[in-house]
């Protein structure tokens, strides 16, 4: 039969039958668009899925379910591959706080411009991985120990703390009023930037040693600005790790920190301070004009408290509404101390730890400082770092005076071995030169005081950040 044939009775069928001709149009377009369907698909299919995921989906295919049994072995054996290293990594005692620095050598840490260097665990540097660390040596930190770990294989043994814990390394001490608060305020830092989220616990290291205390006014920094009590870990014994839920690491205190970012931390702890001692910032309950001498006694006081206090005194009475407040920060407690910084436009003090109270006081104070003979050529960039912390906070740091007599050492003053006869010295005063020199500063802040309240913008934080 030919086509010409099959054609002439398929017409004639359709024409003789009306309904049935219908129904197979209907079949024919059904088949025709079905068949349109599954040739797009195909068209498309290797476009959508990249070719490597198409082969791995095959793969995939083609093996088998991996059973508990299988799962539980592979878990195990993640548990066993936990490799944990010393704290302190000797290799860079030569230049412990560059870079990686020496604790925790094998990280480097996240940071944006401006902002503060830190560590966090899980995320995506690490994997996933939390932070474990293991040991309560506090005498050489490279007998304590961390690593990383999955969330679903920690190491045998080890605990699981819950929240988020906040992982300190202090160069120097936690003692220290200044030395502590510059080991916190990265922490502050990174909460701003967080929601404020708060730490469950804290763990503090130096040089990779366990420390388990802080000091006082460092604790109630703390507690005023997270509102709790902060929660020191106590590891059980050398051979059993802690693992974190969520930990946070600070190895650099400030270092990277715009000095922006940093007036914007030291304006939330001076508000939560304040907070927390319930002082009023109303402008009705203080001097206009407040002049403190913050004394020390013991190294580095001075050597005639009467004489400096007269000169003080006299230049302060010069000034309307200038009141004068003699105090050791030793004799007060941690809200005292506030109250008096949060009525301080002038702090007068020698170097030392209690200057740290300059962080306490309303932004554009100022500050005046002494040290005793010797200090300039000897003491290294350490001395001056209230000069950097006023400038840190906010403040004005209005100049430096040197005693030039003191102590005799045996050595040429150059020589580093005058340092330990200088360190501890006395400061004596000139009462020309302090005169003059607090009168000075005591006009600057009359004019600044003058033109805020003129303009009635005045700087006095009534609403914490956070």
């Known amino acids: 039969m030919t086509k010409r044939s099959v054609?002439?009775?398929?017409?004639?069928?359709?024409?003789?039958?009306?309904?049935?001709?219908?129904?197979?149009l209907c079949l024919i377009f059904t088949i025709f668009v079905l068949l349109q369907i599954w040739s797009f698909h195909i068209t498309l299919q290797p476009t959508l899925l990249p070719p490597s995921l198409l082969t791995y989906l095959n793969h995939q295919q083609q093996q088998p379910e991996v059973s508990d049994k299988e799962t539980a072995y592979l878990v195990e054996k993640l548990r066993q591959s936990v490799t944990f290293l010393p704290l302190k990594d000797l290799r860079f005692s030569n230049k412990p706080l560059e870079g990686h620095t020496w604790f925790m050598s094998s990280f480097y840490d996240s940071q944006t411009k401006g902002e503060v260097q830190y560590q966090e665990f899980p995320s995506e540097s690490s994997k996933g991985r939390l932070l474990c660390l293991k040991g309560f040596d506090d005498?050489?930190?490279?007998?304590?120990?961390?690593a990383l770990a999955w969330p679903q294989a920690i190491p045998v043994n080890a605990s699981l703390k819950k929240g988020l814990t906040f992982v300190s390394y202090n160069h120097y001490d936690y003692s220290n009023m200044w030395h502590g608060l510059s080991s916190m305020v990265p922490f502050v830092a990174w909460s701003l930037r967080s929601g404020c989220e708060k730490p469950q616990r804290w763990v503090l290291y130096h040089w990779g040693e366990l420390r388990f205390n802080m000091g006082n006014w460092l604790n109630e920094i703390i507690r005023a600005t997270y509102g709790q009590e902060p929660e020191i870990l106590h590891f059980v014994d050398e051979n059993t790790p802690v693992c974190f839920e969520k930990a946070v690491v600070m190895r650099h205190n400030e270092g990277g920190m715009s000095r922006e970012r940093r007036i914007e931390v030291f304006d939330l702890i001076r508000c939560k301070a304040r907070n927390y001692c319930n002082i009023s910032s109303s402008e009705t309950s203080r001097p206009r004009i407040g002049m403190t001498l913050l004394m020390r006694t013991g190294p580095r006081s001075f050597k005639n408290v009467s004489a400096v206090t007269n000169i003080f005194k006299r230049e302060c009475k010069r000034v309307e509404g200038c009141e004068l407040k003699v105090a050791y920060s030793n004799n007060l407690t941690f809200c005292e101390q506030v109250e008096l910084m949060r009525n301080t436009d002038v702090l007068v003090s020698p170097h030392g730890a209690q200057l740290t109270n300059l962080v306490l006081m309303d932004r554009n104070s100022s500050v005046m400082e002494f040290y005793p003979k010797g200090w300039l050529k000897l003491a290294g960039v350490g001395q001056f770092v209230y000069q950097w912390g006023a400038n840190w906070s906010g403040m004005r740091h209005e100049g430096s005076w040197r005693d030039p007599v003191g102590e005799t050492c045996q050595f040429l003053d150059t020589d580093r071995r005058c340092m330990s006869v200088y360190k501890n010295g006395k400061i004596g005063y000139n009462e020309t030169y302090f005169g003059n020199w607090a009168r000075s500063v005591l006009e600057r802040v009359k004019i600044m005081k003058d033109v805020v309240e003129r303009n009635q913008d005045y700087d006095s934080l009534n609403e914490c950040m956070c």
């Open 139 to 146: 005498h050489d930190g490279s007998w304590n120990y961390y």
């Open 7 to 24: 054609s002439w009775r398929l017409v004639m069928c359709l024409s003789s039958s009306p309904k049935l001709s219908l129904n197979v």
